[in-house]
């Protein structure tokens, strides 16, 4: 079954978006290759819910970043080397001398680039096959071409460049003889080989791309465990995009599934959130964790809504979609899909009454479903007090304010309780808005 993460969710996270600098593939997109990118593209959109399968990306990437490596490969070869052979199979020799033969002609006479082209391409590849030849060297002088991430490329690389009629080729222009004989051999006789290599190759550089990410931002790889764990444990967990961002620890089980989260404008409620979803989704990638340590049992998938707009073309005020929000997610809890929900602010479209009345309604009744795990913050916090008549479910957690004079400072660290802590007026006096009025 695929992870469940729809675009409501996807957006408030940030999770995609090549185009978007801040969103968290940028984040990890620092591959050298186009193939290397689709591939990453494809990760991020199909996260993984076998635990053995995230264990298993997990420890591919964990192994580069102990084993460093540069990608030396030049994209514009590759991509050459790509469309080359791609582009048709030349089963025979006489295939070969028609296909070239027939370049050449037009170029003669129509002054077609295509001969030109074909060279072009022809020298690319076997640079990229030099290129593979001394990185074949390096690996197996550093004992990594066998039982290691390296093994299945050198194994497919070696049966390449160590055929004697792919000899690197001389300095000068190739002889027409030899550019049929090479067209022969690249697109037919190793054509199915070279795209395994170089589908490896792109595989290889994400490797390499994603540990060099891992690393410089201080990541972690989490421990993928059954579902029937029913569990996530996390340290100094933060946002993977905030430079100096302080940490904090979340744990979740059957016994403990809901945490009820307050605290004042500013406090940090909707990144520590964020902070969250982002790691459920990453952990279920087998991707690095902005995290010192973390322990999950996989989910279905992760829901959030945190940035709810309204619809104009449905009629749909902010309220009502706030209500279709959570109605979707009940839908699906009830189903008896094991989820991870956030909720930011609910029904913070309502009048005073009527989100303490539904808060305290919904948040309770979520209670019930120990395989999700839920994060519901709420401004209104007297519905916190109200939650801890209810049973030992809820955990309770909150931001704090600290008041220096009237400037509200934040810790953005959490701490066991319920905030009262109101500083929407201080904040709104100390930019002086009142004063232009």
């Not at 030109?116 to 990594?144: D, P, Y």
Request: net charge negative; hydrophobic share 45%.
């Amino acid at each position: 079954m695929s992870f469940i993460a729809d675009k409501q969710t996807l957006d408030d996270l940030s999770m995609l978006g090549k185009y978007n600098p801040h969103s968290v593939f940028s984040l990890f997109n620092k591959v050298k290759t186009r193939g290397a990118e689709k591939l990453l593209e494809a990760m991020f959109e199909r996260p993984l819910t076998d635990a053995g399968q995230i264990n298993a990306r997990s420890a591919i990437f964990k192994y580069f970043t102990t084993h460093h490596a540069e990608f030396p490969f030049d994209n514009a070869a590759l991509d050459k080397m790509e469309a080359y052979v791609e582009e048709g199979t030349a089963n025979n020799q006489l295939l070969s001398f028609l296909h070239v033969g027939r370049k050449r002609m037009a170029g003669w006479i129509l002054r077609d680039e295509a001969f030109e082209q074909e060279q072009e391409r022809i020298i690319s590849t076997m640079q990229v096959l030099q290129t593979c030849k001394v990185l074949l060297e390096h690996i197996e002088k550093q004992g990594w071409h066998k039982n290691s991430p390296w093994e299945k490329w050198a194994d497919t690389v070696s049966g390449i460049v160590q055929d004697s009629r792919l000899q690197p080729l001389s300095q000068g222009s190739l002889s027409f003889s030899r550019i049929v004989n090479l067209h022969h051999l690249l697109t037919g006789v190793f054509r199915e080989q070279l795209k395994s290599m170089l589908a490896l190759t792109y595989e290889i550089d994400l490797y390499i791309a994603v540990a060099a990410v891992a690393t410089a931002r201080n990541c972690s790889f989490a421990t993928a465990l059954p579902k029937h764990e029913n569990i996530l444990s996390a340290e100094n967990i933060r946002h993977p995009g905030l430079a100096n961002a302080v940490g904090n620890q979340l744990g979740f089980s059957g016994t403990n599934n809901v945490l009820f989260l307050t605290g004042a404008n500013m406090a940090g409620k909707s990144t520590l959130m964020k902070s969250a979803g982002i790691m459920i989704y990453l952990a279920h990638m087998g991707f690095p964790v902005a995290a010192d340590h973390m322990r999950f049992a996989v989910m279905d998938g992760i829901y959030s809504s945190v940035n709810v707009p309204d619809d104009i073309s449905k009629g749909y005020s902010h309220f009502y979609a706030e209500v279709l929000r959570v109605k979707r997610v009940a839908e699906e809890v009830a189903a008896g899909k094991s989820l991870f929900i956030i909720f930011d602010e609910l029904f913070k479209g309502t009048n005073v009454k009527d989100a303490y009345d539904a808060t305290l309604a919904v948040t309770s009744a979520f209670t019930a479903f120990k395989d999700c795990f839920f994060i519901i913050s709420t401004h209104i916090f007297e519905v916190g007090h109200a939650l801890m008549e209810t049973g030992d479910q809820i955990q309770f957690r909150f931001l704090p304010t600290v008041m220096k004079g009237h400037v509200p400072h934040y810790t953005y660290r959490l701490e066991t309780g319920i905030t009262t802590d109101r500083q929407g007026m201080i904040i709104i006096e100390n930019e002086g808005i009142l004063e232009m009025l």
